[in-house]
């Protein structure tokens, strides 16, 4: 059957793809439980809508606005329609809510955890399928849904591990942007979009580089540069005086801004908005130290009409020049109330955050420490001496099921030594051993792999050791069940 | 922001895809979270590979061998390589045993489940996406890790709740098949294929139609004619004995089997690895009401170089004619040698089963009965009936939250009537009232929606219930968390 394999591919992966083993997947299975069981505590449900949708449902909301459906996988089906897999999780939401629309309850509160694909260049830790864990609320024009997602957001990351202090959820309005800009006649979509970008490199550039973006232009280290929104230096200074309006004091924040949006009605209800959010996140018993109203805060893409929200882990991290820095955003979303609208002609209010599950997951592994995680605990092995004996060795191993305890015959071809390595690099608690003399004997052998692994490291001596084996017995092959749970109840078993 | 809404794209899916909805959602994690504890109770480790792989790394193993490279999504790449989503489970763990192979444990015994995509004309039932859950052990010769198979698939199988009786894992071995038309004379590629096709129809075409496809070809009712192997009447009846030859008894057929392919040393073969299996099954307490050795399994697949195994689920269901037939097949696999060969050159010993999750769910639920599946519990709602009280609301909701019970608060724009309608159609347990009245008092209202819906359907006379109201309780506003603890503790609410 293999006879035309003259051409022998080469295994590899497409870049900025990964494969993801037994670690990866069960810290990552872990901590979406715990998500989810957050998400869930707040009444949200499961959804899951399929890898592809029509390219024109997602429509042109990818977050780099510049080139409009790049970005994406998409390819052409037989009908010759254009498919596209998702970029997000929000797009195919707002297909869904539009086509479903009269069916569902309203709101509509659903959570919903996947991958989803960008076909952009793939770098150290950027990848080109990545995976997101989003929460929204379509059909709520209340603040209390934004309100909820500040919460939702806090309570998530706490239930991780992640300690008050270490975290902050940012929220702004998008409304209040809209405000200054009009109050400082700087609001037609074209000088907008280059001050929205120019906010959103604040964190790179610093507000001196924003300034510049905000004025004149700004070159770069290699001597590019980039066109500003030349306003004047007073137009320069409402806006830059905005961004810095952040405070631990969320009351103080909405009067600053207050101040800032002038008489400009739609800032004024962006203000009005956020001190709604004020009101009840402190009726839910949420502080300044987690959730904040920072200004500065604008979420790259374009699709937001109010409130926009950000998760950001506080700690400090070394970056690839080995300077410390703050870990940064892992989760963010806000209000996109013309979503829906694109598919049905009416508005309809929609309010949602997305948690980066992979950059979540890497700041975890950092919080628990430089050490990578431990291995996941590995089945008992009852190894195969003697081939004859197969079934022999079967019946252990599904006794040893059978009571409860993960447990494999060693399947492959190899010797003892090779075998006991085998358990070791399976992480394997204990290993089964029968030869001719415990067959004789009517007993097995059993090894306990991790005093095994103690004594090796605590003992110099390693010829000693060798004649002891203190990590190793024979008992009575009928007792084979009680004397591995005995093994695994051990302390050292423990960890 | 919405100005640019002139073209109004449909909200609809491809052709071929699905919205899965909380119940669905549920009802699959609940399943694969049995699966998956027994596919870790027998030592096998998750496994996640991405969606795309090269298209040449995905072969030609398409199921139907008549297209090659097609049936698959693929899409040129920026660099023009050919990336295809993966179409199976099998594909990408030869890939990744090929790719990593000398950091990999060995054998390698992991699980996945994941969806899969294949580009087929969609049809009731079937889809272009959809769910394999697969367990595979690579670099494994011995018998022992088919065996393997077939427990972990009764395992799984009775672990969700289907009855020994109701399922049925059939075996058959590639090398048997091969032996015998070895003997007949048959055995070159092509013949071998058209024999493989005829066979794997006996279900649908009967004997009889598979006797016709051996020998000079059938014509089917609507008039189109299949060619046949032609074979002679003797050949023909050496391949049907071989067919027939299943028994309950498993010694039995391998003794038939043996007969039926004399001297053929591939045939010899494989009935000692039957017999193997057959040993090894025995060793492990699985009876021949769990495991069959069935000769008329082939399996599709070009790629099976021994043992081919099949799960199917035995009880009746009415087909779409309104016919009584077996539900069928949910599970199938076997031993693939050759696959991991292709990128390596040597010869790698693999073999794995893949559970058709979407089929599997379809027949847990007509197992549970014609009922739909009962709507998962929603959470407590808390009504808005004050605007300016949210904050008020806000308290309550969290307060429940924190004592471990789902609650939302209720986050639309409509009147008392209206929500509790929605609290209705999220199977909310409990609604939270509390209006003027029970503000000025100190209290919440209770409202039971379980014991309500019983009540409405027990009382005929709906004015009089109306007037009891007995589902409907006011409790002071400091025993909330108590009152509705007791209601959800109430028998009624265990279902």
């Given at each position: 059957m293999s006879k035309d394999t003259e051409f022998r591919p080469k295994a590899r992966k497409p870049r900025g793809l990964r494969d993801q083993f037994a670690g990866d997947v069960l810290a990552r299975r872990q901590a979406l439980e715990i998500i989810r069981s957050v998400y869930e505590s707040y009444g949200f449900e499961p959804l899951e809508t399929s890898a592809f949708e029509y390219a024109d449902a997602l429509?042109?909301?990818?977050?780099?606005?510049?080139?409009?459906?790049?970005?994406v996988f998409a390819l052409q089906d037989d009908d010759e329609q254009w498919l596209a897999l998702r970029y997000d999780l929000t797009a195919p939401l707002a297909r869904l809510a539009a086509e479903h629309f009269d069916a569902l309850p309203k709101p509509f509160r659903r959570y919903q955890f996947g991958p989803v694909w960008r076909n952009e260049k793939p770098g150290p830790g950027r990848f080109r399928e990545f995976f997101q864990f989003d929460v929204d609320t379509v059909g709520a024009a209340t603040m209390a849904a934004d309100a909820e997602l500040c919460m939702v957001l806090a309570d998530a990351l706490e239930a991780l591990g992640i300690a008050r202090g270490d975290y902050r959820v940012r929220v702004n309005n998008r409304k209040i942007l809209t405000g200054v800009l009009e109050t400082i006649g700087a609001d037609d979509a074209h000088t907008r979009l280059i001050i929205l970008r120019a906010i959103d490199k604040l964190d790179r550039l610093g507000m001196e580089g924003v300034r510049l973006l905000l004025g004149p232009g700004r070159e770069d280290e290699s001597g590019d540069f980039t066109k500003g929104a030349n306003l004047a230096p007073e137009q320069i200074a409402r806006v830059t005086g905005f961004l810095a309006a952040g405070d631990a004091d969320r009351a103080k924040v909405c009067g600053a801004l207050r101040d800032l949006v002038g008489a400009s009605p739609i800032g004024l209800e962006g203000v009005a908005e956020l001190q709604e959010i004020d009101a009840l996140l402190t009726a839910g018993g949420f502080g300044p130290d987690q959730v904040v109203f920072d200004p500065s805060v604008v979420r790259g893409l374009d699709y937001y009409t109010g409130p926009v929200i950000e998760a950001e882990l506080t700690f400090e991290v070394h970056d690839e020049t080995g300077r410390k820095v703050q870990f940064g955003s892992v989760a963010g979303g806000g209000r996109y109330d013309d979503l829906v609208q694109r598919f049905r002609g009416v508005l309809v209010p929609a309010t949602g955050v997305s948690i980066g599950v992979d950059r979540l997951l890497a700041a975890l592994a950092l919080l628990r420490g430089a050490k990578p995680a431990p291995a996941p605990r590995g089945p008992v092995v009852v190894l195969m001496l003697d081939k004859t004996r197969a079934a022999d060795y079967q019946a252990m191993v599904m006794e040893l099921r059978r009571a409860g305890i993960r447990a494999e015959l060693y399947l492959g071809g190899s010797g003892m030594r090779a075998q006991v390595k085998y358990a070791d690099k399976r992480n394997a608690p204990v290993a089964v051993i029968a030869g001719g003399d415990e067959f004789a004997a009517g007993e097995v052998t059993l090894k306990d792999l991790v005093l095994g692994d103690q004594l090796s490291k605590d003992i110099k001596d390693n010829a000693a050791w060798r004649e002891d084996q203190p990590a190793q017995q024979a008992v009575p092959r009928a007792n084979l069940v009680a004397a591995v749970r005995e093994i695994l109840a051990r302390e050292h078993h423990q960890g």
């Open positions: 429509g042109k909301f990818l977050p780099d606005a510049d080139r409009p459906n790049e970005g």
